[in-house]
């Protein structure tokens, strides 16, 4: 009879052996499963860096459907989709990594990122300025939240919101500028009027004067708002200070300045306010014509054409004083034909009264401060 302790002494190497050629196999299906589960991610962020969004949204629809716990697929993904107008879609990929518990700030974060960016799409403002402030209570300095939610209330039209994000941009950026503040409360001042409510809209133009005194746009709108109100003295006098404001852009005003003057029986004064600019410009192409289209109206024949030398001689590419200059020296006597075509070439170099965004191409039929399309600032003017 075998002696049971030899027995159990030959089973032990056996027993042990098994156990390892397991635990082999084991790990070897572990790595193996790994590595099949990795690979398509990995392929996944390889298609994302070459541009190819289908190749990667295939790939991540495969990690996904294999490795639940890969946040980041889940996030790239509904990105992708959201890019490609699923917009549905993607918030529902997004929200369903709200019920995660466990997670790190910075996934957090990330999600929100995500989410506020869906519901901004969708014009969800509320929800995607929620997740704006959820960011930043988690990470005060967060600079990419408080920007968003700048864009939202841009978007949303409340310009009083738009207002208190930039400061708190320019708070954290230390950089102060009053002027954007207040093109952002001429905004709404412009809301008022789209309504009928021109006291109300002076207000706000007011109150942007307050914030900055350099804020041209102001006066204009002011201006604007009296002539609607048929307050002609009024509109004067607020244009008065914008082409002091402004100089470079007073000839915006030109026109309406001397109309309503005619109409008030003070044409006279327009030369003085051309005077005016020439005194904080001397340079200023657009008043010297106007003041010589003046001179010329009046029978100051010389002196009319001393105004277009002069503009020609501050501003050698101004083919208006040019234009002007030879109808000037070449005087009544001469054909049909060259008083017809220099009066259309002078017509073609008059200021257009139509303004384009330099951003988005938005034509407008007066001139903005803030493009209503793209929402940026300072994009119509020169």
Same mark, same amino acid.
């Given at each position: ?13 056996? @027993? %042990? ?25 990995? +392929? ?78 969708? *014009?969800?403002?509320?929800?995607? @300025?929620?997740?704006?402030?959820? #960011? ?13 939610? !700048?864009?939202?209330?841009? &978007? ?17 950026? *230390?950089?102060?500028?009053? &002027? ?6 001429? =905004? ?8 009928? +409510? ?33 307050? $002609? $003295? ?8 914008? %082409? ?13 300045? /001397? ?13 003085? #306010?051309?005077?005016?600019? !020439? ?23 010389? /002196? ?17 004083? $040019?234009?002007?200059?030879? =109808? ?10 060259? *008083? ?34 793209? !929402? ?7």
């Amino acid at each position: 009879m075998i002696d049971s302790k030899l027995i159990f002494q030959l089973l032990i190497p056996v @027993i %042990v052996g098994g156990i390892l050629l397991f635990l082999w196999v084991w790990t070897g299906r572990r790595k193996r499963l790994k590595k099949s589960l990795s690979s398509p991610y990995t +392929e996944a962020l390889s298609a994302l860096i070459n541009g190819d969004k289908i190749k990667a949204m295939n790939k991540l629809r495969e990690v996904v459907r294999h490795d639940t716990d890969n946040l980041d697929a889940y996030l790239k993904l509904g990105d992708i989709y959201r890019e490609y107008g699923k917009n549905i879609q993607a918030l529902r990929v997004h929200q369903s990594l709200t019920v995660r518990t466990g997670l790190t700030n910075y996934q957090n974060i990330s999600i929100w990122k995500s989410l506020l960016q869906d519901h901004r799409l969708l *014009k969800e403002w509320d929800k995607a @300025i929620k997740y704006s402030e959820k #960011i930043t209570e988690l990470d005060r300095n967060n600079m990419w939240a408080r920007k968003e939610l !700048l864009g939202i209330y841009k &978007e949303k039209g409340d310009w009083d919101g738009a207002v208190e994000a930039a400061k708190s941009i320019q708070k954290q950026e *230390k950089k102060k500028d009053v &002027e954007t503040l207040a093109l952002y409360q001429i =905004q709404q001042g412009l809301e008022y009027r789209n309504k009928g +409510e021109e006291r109300d809209a002076r207000i706000r133009f007011k109150i942007a004067l307050k914030t900055s005194n350099k804020c041209a746009a102001a006066h204009y709108f002011i201006g604007v708002s009296y002539l609607s109100e048929g307050r $002609k $003295k009024d509109a004067v006098e607020s244009w008065r200070k914008f %082409v002091k404001t402004d100089p470079k852009h007073a000839y915006l005003v030109f026109d309406e300045l /001397e109309e309503v003057l005619y109409d008030l029986g003070n044409f006279d004064q327009s030369e003085k #306010i051309y005077q005016e600019i !020439l005194d904080l410009d001397s340079g200023n192409v657009s008043a010297l014509v106007a003041l010589s289209d003046l001179n010329e109206r009046k029978g100051n024949r010389e /002196e009319s054409i001393r105004m277009l030398r002069k503009a020609i001689e501050k501003d050698d590419s101004s083919l208006r004083a $040019k234009a002007y200059l030879i =109808q000037m020296l070449l005087g009544p006597d001469v054909s049909d034909e060259i *008083k017809d075509n220099l009066e259309s070439l002078i017509q073609s170099t008059r200021r257009p009264r139509k303004f384009d965004c330099r951003s988005c191409g938005y034509h407008s039929d007066k001139p903005l401060w803030v493009c209503p399309d793209c !929402l940026n600032e300072n994009t119509f003017l020169d």
